[in-house]
C-alpha cells in the first residue's frame, strides 16, 4: 500500500485527490496546506478519521510514515518542496513547471540523484488518447516523416484569475505567463512528436494584463528539429478557453488534433477521421483530462521499478526549450538549443 500525502490544497489537488481516491494499493495519509481549513477540508472529501491535516509540508512529513508526496502548491515552491521531500527519502509526484530556471531545474535532478528516489512530473497530455492513437498511426508507417507542425493555443485569463492567486503574474513566483502556466503542455506534445529542439526564436507580448501581471500573454514562435520545423503559438488573452489546435505535415499525409477529434488525410485523398469520448471525473477537457492516467501510470512505473515516462530525464527537453524561448524573446535573438538544465 502506498501511503501518500498531498501539499497544497488549491483547485489541482482535487484532481489529484480525486483519482489518488479510487486507485488500488493507495492510501491518501495526510493533507497539507499553509492554510489548515483547506486541509481539514479536503480530509472530509477524500480522507478517512485517521487522515492527518497538517500546515506545512515539513510538519506533515515529520509526523507521517510517507512513500509518495504530491506537489500542487504554486510554481515557486516546487522545487524547494521537493527537495525538502527528497530528504526525507519520499518520492515526488509534481504538478508543472518542474523548475522555473535553469538553476532550480539541476539542483532538482542533484537531489534526486543522490536520494535515489523518482521525480515525476505531471504532463498528462502525453496519455490522451488522441495523442497515442497519434503515436500508434505512425507505429503502422502510413504517414512518412514528419515535416512540420503548427499549435495553437487561445484561452482566456482576466484580472481576477491573477489578483485572487496571490501569486500568479509576479515573474519570481510563476516564472512566466502563458507559456510557463497554460501552453507548456503544448509545447510539451511538439517535442514529444518532433524530438529534441535544435533552435528557436521567440516574442512575446502583454496585450490585456499591461500593469496587471509583470508577464506575457502572448507567446509566439519558431522551432527547428533535425527533420522538422514548427510554428508555436499561445495567448490568454481570448474570450474564451478553445480546444487547443495541433498540426502535423508528414510526407504522405495531415494530421489533425483538435480537443477529442483527430483527422488524418493522406496525400491520394482517402483520410480517417476518430473521435474520443471526453473523459469523466475532474477536470478540463479543453487543457486534457488524462491526470488518471498519467498518476497511474507514475504508480506502476514505482511499483515495477521502471523509468517513469515523465521523469525529470524525460521532460528535460520540453524544460529546457521553454527556457530558450524565454531567453530569445527577452534578447530578441535566435538561441540554439540544448543548453544544460
Given at each position: 500500500?502506498?501511503?501518500?500525502?498531498?501539499?497544497?490544497?488549491?483547485?489541482?489537488?482535487?484532481?489529484?485527490?480525486?483519482?489518488?481516491?479510487?486507485?488500488?494499493?493507495?492510501?491518501?495519509?495526510?493533507?497539507?496546506?499553509?492554510?489548515?481549513?483547506?486541509?481539514?477540508?479536503?480530509?472530509?472529501?477524500?480522507?478517512?478519521?485517521?487522515?492527518?491535516?497538517?500546515?506545512?509540508?515539513?510538519?506533515?512529513?515529520?509526523?507521517?510514515?510517507?512513500?509518495?508526496?504530491?506537489?500542487?502548491?504554486?510554481?515557486?515552491?516546487?522545487?524547494?518542496?521537493?527537495?525538502?521531500?527528497?530528504?526525507?527519502?519520499?518520492?515526488?509526484?509534481?504538478?508543472?513547471?518542474?523548475?522555473?530556471?535553469?538553476?532550480?531545474?539541476?539542483?532538482?535532478?542533484?537531489?534526486?540523484?543522490?536520494?535515489?528516489?523518482?521525480?515525476?512530473?505531471?504532463?498528462?497530455?502525453?496519455?490522451?488518447?488522441?495523442?497515442?492513437?497519434?503515436?500508434?498511426?505512425?507505429?503502422?508507417?502510413?504517414?512518412?516523416?514528419?515535416?512540420?507542425?503548427?499549435?495553437?493555443?487561445?484561452?482566456?485569463?482576466?484580472?481576477?484569475?491573477?489578483?485572487?492567486?496571490?501569486?500568479?503574474?509576479i515573474k519570481e513566483k510563476e516564472g512566466g505567463g502563458v507559456l510557463m502556466n497554460q501552453a507548456i503542455h503544448t509545447l510539451d506534445l511538439l517535442v514529444q512528436f518532433l524530438g529534441k529542439p535544435l533552435a528557436a526564436e521567440a516574442n512575446m507580448k502583454n496585450h490585456h494584463l499591461a500593469?496587471?501581471?509583470?508577464?506575457?500573454?502572448?507567446?509566439?514562435?519558431?522551432?527547428?528539429?533535425?527533420?522538422?520545423?514548427?510554428?508555436?503559438?499561445?495567448?490568454?488573452?481570448?474570450?474564451?478557453d478553445s480546444p487547443v489546435l495541433m498540426e502535423l505535415e508528414c510526407e504522405k499525409a495531415s494530421v489533425r488534433m483538435e480537443e477529442n477529434q483527430l483527422w488524418i488525410r493522406y496525400k491520394n485523398g482517402t483520410g480517417k477521421t476518430f473521435s474520443f469520448a471526453k473523459a469523466s471525473g475532474?477536470?478540463?477537457?479543453?487543457?486534457?483530462?488524462?491526470?488518471?492516467?498519467?498518476?497511474?501510470?507514475?504508480?506502476?512505473?514505482?511499483?515495477?521499478?521502471?523509468?517513469?515516462?515523465?521523469?525529470?530525464?524525460?521532460?528535460?527537453?520540453?524544460?529546457?526549450?521553454?527556457?530558450?524561448?524565454?531567453?530569445?524573446?527577452?534578447?530578441?535573438?535566435?538561441?540554439?538549443?540544448?543548453?544544460?538544465?
Amino acid at each position: 500500500m502506498w501511503k501518500v500525502g498531498i501539499v497544497g490544497c488549491g483547485n489541482i489537488a482535487k484532481v489529484h485527490a480525486e483519482v489518488l481516491k479510487n486507485m488500488e494499493n493507495v492510501n491518501i495519509q495526510a493533507f497539507a496546506d499553509c492554510n489548515p481549513d483547506k486541509a481539514v477540508s479536503y480530509k472530509k472529501m477524500y480522507g478517512t478519521e485517521e487522515t492527518g491535516c497538517w500546515s506545512s509540508l515539513e510538519e506533515m512529513l515529520e509526523n507521517e510514515k510517507l512513500d509518495v508526496v504530491h506537489i500542487c502548491t504554486p510554481h515557486y515552491l516546487h522545487v524547494p518542496m521537493a527537495l525538502t521531500v527528497l530528504e526525507h527519502g519520499v518520492h515526488v509526484f509534481m504538478e508543472k513547471p518542474p523548475a522555473i530556471s535553469r538553476e532550480t531545474f539541476q539542483k532538482l535532478q542533484q537531489a534526486e540523484k543522490k536520494a535515489s528516489k523518482c521525480v515525476g512530473i505531471c504532463f498528462q497530455n502525453r496519455y490522451n488518447e488522441s495523442v497515442a492513437q497519434i503515436f500508434g498511426e505512425f507505429k503502422k508507417e502510413e504517414l512518412g516523416k514528419i515535416i512540420g507542425a503548427r499549435a495553437f493555443l487561445t484561452w482566456s485569463r482576466g484580472e481576477k484569475y491573477y489578483k485572487e492567486s496571490g501569486w500568479r503574474g509576479i515573474k519570481e513566483k510563476e516564472g512566466g505567463g502563458v507559456l510557463m502556466n497554460q501552453a507548456i503542455h503544448t509545447l510539451d506534445l511538439l517535442v514529444q512528436f518532433l524530438g529534441k529542439p535544435l533552435a528557436a526564436e521567440a516574442n512575446m507580448k502583454n496585450h490585456h494584463l499591461a500593469g496587471i501581471i509583470e508577464e506575457e500573454d502572448t507567446m509566439e514562435a519558431y522551432i527547428r528539429f533535425e527533420n522538422a520545423s514548427a510554428c508555436f503559438y499561445a495567448t490568454n488573452a481570448y474570450v474564451s478557453d478553445s480546444p487547443v489546435l495541433m498540426e502535423l505535415e508528414c510526407e504522405k499525409a495531415s494530421v489533425r488534433m483538435e480537443e477529442n477529434q483527430l483527422w488524418i488525410r493522406y496525400k491520394n485523398g482517402t483520410g480517417k477521421t476518430f473521435s474520443f469520448a471526453k473523459a469523466s471525473g475532474v477536470g478540463k477537457s479543453y487543457w486534457g483530462n488524462s491526470h488518471g492516467r498519467c498518476i497511474t501510470d507514475y504508480y506502476e512505473s514505482l511499483y515495477a521499478g521502471k523509468e517513469f515516462r515523465n521523469s525529470l530525464e524525460n521532460v528535460k527537453d520540453t524544460f529546457s526549450l521553454t527556457m530558450d524561448l524565454y531567453e530569445s524573446a527577452e534578447t530578441g535573438k535566435p538561441v540554439v538549443c540544448g543548453k544544460e538544465v
